[in-house]
């Protein structure tokens, strides 16, 4: 994570203690990460880039595959040598873990790891603060799912730390998952589904955007079950939640992930087709082409439902393109299932996409699945899945050439006088700028294709530069080449 300073320990002449947070995993362990660092900042701590001279070490860990899981194990063992480095130099080193692998293995972590200080799941973490304290006096274990709402007591960044993380922010809207597939540990360590209040949202996305936030991503485990109270008192679905964040002045662009597609409702449809800042580019995870594989998962739609779902959005928004989740391996995959998988993947087009080994995790009723699908073949279907998913993520990316796009200029680029964008469908983008122009939304001529990104040059004289997310055109002056 950056070293965001703190202004409160900088003012105070105190020597600030620090903090260093390591995120594994989602998108959500990002987020909060930085309200972590934000409630440990009005404590006085700032953060810290590298472990060695951190006064507290936070892992922010993911339970989702064994892989990420152990991978916790491996680095609590690096710090451990730096916490005994430390108390050789008279320094105390506290050690927290936290995130999916804390809820889910709660006091094992302290058993197997004994430099752990504390243990917090992530229903907990408004009270890091108090927990903090008291690990002073012997490990603390947190894995409650706490009853009053952790939102209400985690301090907003300041100004300044808001701006340091950039131009786009995300934002929690909906947590946990009553879906229940499977394979996924989600359900049991995110917990049930939870939606945040409208108005709360609203006014965390106001704050974003008065510190120069121009783009917002909604995230949930679920996002678009969100079904938060809406100011009027009745329940708000994450379309009409959309639509209200729409009208922030200064907000550019809004995209939400992650989405189930038994979720999608007429309103959401609609919002693709209605809003403007809603961002052509959608993360759909579908898991498996096979109807017999998606019922095992307990996926609850079949491959003709979600092909459904993509057709329905394409007319909403015919530029629209999708990314996707996939799964090989999963008990009791067979050569065809798998084909079925490919077959999507090839009659979609996914302009990306992630897959995975089925990794059986404790708990989940796949685990305890016959017919679990040896290793080797796994590693075979995932390199031929992957191989064709990086094949139409390049052709995507070619049919790019030629277009234009509107860009969001995020940060300095690689070459002087270079600035890395996004691209609506979130590509990066090479572009020549000014660091000045950090923030602004400008029209780009795509011109060639690297691997990790685009290159373009800018139009000068179509710069979208205050508008508010009403009015923000998304793929501007289409020109289909390639
Ligand atoms: N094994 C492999 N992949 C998994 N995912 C979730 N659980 C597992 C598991 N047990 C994948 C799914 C999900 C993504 C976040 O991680 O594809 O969409
Ligand atoms: Fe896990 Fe399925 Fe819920 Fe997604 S919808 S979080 S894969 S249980």
């Not at 909060?32 to 892992?59: F, I, K, W």
């Not at 360590?189 to 609203?202: F, L």
């Not at 106001?206 to 008192?233: C, F, K, M, T």
């Not at 860009?407 to 000045?436: F, N, W």
């Amino acid at each position: 994570m950056t070293d965001t300073k703190s202004s409160k320990a900088a003012s105070s002449g105190d020597t600030p203690r620090r903090v260093f947070i390591k995120s594994f995993g989602c998108q959500m362990n990002v987020y909060d990460a930085q309200r972590m660092a934000d409630a440990l900042s009005a404590e006085g701590y700032v953060e810290t880039a590298t472990p060695d001279d951190a006064d507290l070490v936070l892992l922010n860990t993911c339970n989702i595959r064994e892989k990420a899981a152990e991978k916790v194990y491996s680095d609590l063992g690096r710090i451990r040598v730096l916490k005994d480095a430390a108390a050789r130099e008279g320094r105390r080193m506290t050690i927290g873990v936290t995130g999916c692998v804390a809820q889910a293995e709660g006091a094992e972590i302290v058993a197997r790891a004994p430099a752990v200080d504390l243990v917090v799941g992530p229903q907990s973490y408004h009270r890091l603060p108090s927990i903090l304290k008291q690990s002073a006096k012997g490990a603390v274990i947190d894995t409650e799912f706490a009853t009053e709402d952790k939102f209400d007591f985690l301090a907003p960044p300041s100004r300044a730390a808001t701006r340091a993380r950039g131009v786009t922010a995300f934002v929690t809207v909906q947590e946990g998952c009553d879906k229940f597939c499977t394979f996924c540990v989600v359900p049991y360590t995110r917990g049930a589904e939870v939606s945040r209040p409208v108005a709360k949202i609203v006014a965390e996305v106001e704050r974003l955007v008065d510190a120069g936030v121009r783009e917002v991503s909604l995230i949930g485990q679920n996002v678009n079950a969100y079904h938060g109270e809406g100011p009027d008192g009745r329940t708000w679905s994450l379309a009409r939640l959309l639509a209200r964040l729409s009208e922030v002045s200064g907000l550019a662009r809004l995209r939400y992930t992650t989405s189930h597609p038994n979720d999608m409702d007429d309103d959401l449809y609609a919002a693709h087709r209605d809003l403007p800042a809603l961002m052509p580019f959608l993360h759909l995870p579908v898991q498996s082409g096979s109807d017999r594989m998606l019922s095992a998962m307990n996926r609850r739609h079949t491959r003709a439902d979600y092909l459904r779902a993509v057709e329905r959005l394409k007319t909403a928004q015919p530029d629209i393109a999708f990314s996707s989740d996939f799964i090989v391996g999963f008990p009791g995959e067979t050569d065809a299932d798998f084909q079925a998988t490919l077959d999507l993947v090839a009659e979609v087009g996914f302009a990306a996409a992630y897959s995975f080994k089925y990794s059986p995790r404790p708990g989940t009723p796949a685990a305890d699945m016959d017919e679990q699908v040896p290793e080797d073949l796994k590693s075979a279907r995932l390199a031929q899945l992957q191989a064709l998913i990086d094949r139409e993520q390049a052709a995507f990316n070619a049919r790019c050439i030629g277009r234009t796009f509107d860009v969001l200029l995020e940060k300095s680029g690689r070459h002087p006088g270079q600035i890395t964008g996004r691209s609506p469908y979130l590509q990066p983008v090479q572009v020549m700028a000014d660091t000045s122009d950090i923030g602004r939304i400008v029209a780009v001529r795509i011109e060639d294709v690297r691997v990790y990104s685009l290159l373009g040059s800018r139009l000068a004289a179509q710069d979208q530069q205050n508008e508010s997310a009403a009015s923000a055109p998304r793929v501007a002056a289409i020109a289909h080449g390639a």
